[in-house]
């Protein structure tokens, strides 16, 4: 199980303290959201954050990028750190390219679809990928209730790697709670982006709640 807690989702004022209690439990990585305001109408994180989680962890960098025409942010963001990039099959019309210039890095390549655009989107080049991001809610905004008819579509992307051996990690981002993740990891979900749902402003150590998750 890869569990990625969201760094949108933390106190930033005190991000020293909280990465080093993260760095402490079973984590894979850090999320970090990076939005336009274009694709999506909020802002995210920048180069400068990334920069200063990368010098505070060995953990990976997973970057998740909302922003239109991803593959012009490529280049930036692996130059300060991102060991896994992924961006939206929707934002841009160079699919191809974008995923080339991720892998010329030597970066884990992904995809992230919305919860209503077809996985059919994705299925001339899953053979390039190293994962799949599934949003389960509507991307931009921490929150929000999880789409349970997204449901059918990761289990139709579990049938299809199992079907066709794919060597890629399929991972869910959106209001993934303890109870989600136990279902979903049984289907065959192996990442989970943590956020207010599960990690964030629940009163207990992090170090208790992911023992919690993990068992």
């Known amino acids: 199980m890869k569990l990625h807690p969201s760094l949108m989702c933390i106190n930033w004022e005190n991000i020293k303290e909280e990465l080093e209690q993260m760095n402490a439990v079973d984590i894979y990585g850090y999320h970090i959201d990076v939005m336009d305001g274009h694709?999506?109408?909020?802002?995210?994180?920048?180069?400068?954050?990334?920069?200063?989680?990368?010098?505070?962890?060995?953990?990976?960098?997973?970057?998740?990028?909302?922003?239109?025409?991803?593959?012009?942010?490529?280049?930036l963001f692996a130059n300060v750190g991102a060991t896994m990039i992924a961006f939206h099959v929707e934002a841009t019309n160079n699919v191809g390219n974008a995923l080339m210039k991720?892998?010329?890095?030597?970066?884990?390549?992904?995809?992230?679809?919305?919860?209503?655009?077809?996985?059919?989107?994705?299925?001339?080049?899953?053979?390039?990928?190293?994962?799949?991001?599934?949003?389960?809610?509507?991307?931009?905004?921490?929150?929000?209730?999880?789409?349970?008819?997204?449901?059918?579509?990761i289990e139709k992307l579990v049938r299809l790697k199992n079907k066709e051996k794919l060597n890629l990690d399929i991972y869910v981002d959106g209001a993934i709670s303890k109870d989600r993740i136990k279902i979903l990891a049984a289907i065959g979900v192996e990442g989970f982006v943590l956020g207010t749902s599960t990690l964030f402003g629940k009163g207990e150590s992090y170090k208790k709640i992911i023992k919690s998750i993990i068992g």
């Not at 694709?39 to 909302?66: R, W, Y």
């Not at 655009?117 to 209730?145: C, H, R, S, W």
């Open 39 to 75: 694709f999506v109408p909020t802002f995210g994180l920048g180069p400068q954050d990334i920069s200063a989680v990368k010098n505070l962890t060995n953990k990976e960098i997973d970057i998740h990028l909302m922003c239109e025409t991803p593959e012009n942010y490529i280049d």
């Open 102 to 153: 991720i892998k010329e890095k030597g970066i884990k390549a992904g995809i992230a679809i919305n919860p209503a655009t077809p996985l059919n989107q994705i299925l001339p080049i899953i053979d390039e990928l190293d994962y799949v991001i599934i949003m389960t809610v509507n991307p931009g905004f921490a929150g929000q209730k999880y789409l349970s008819y997204v449901n059918k579509k």
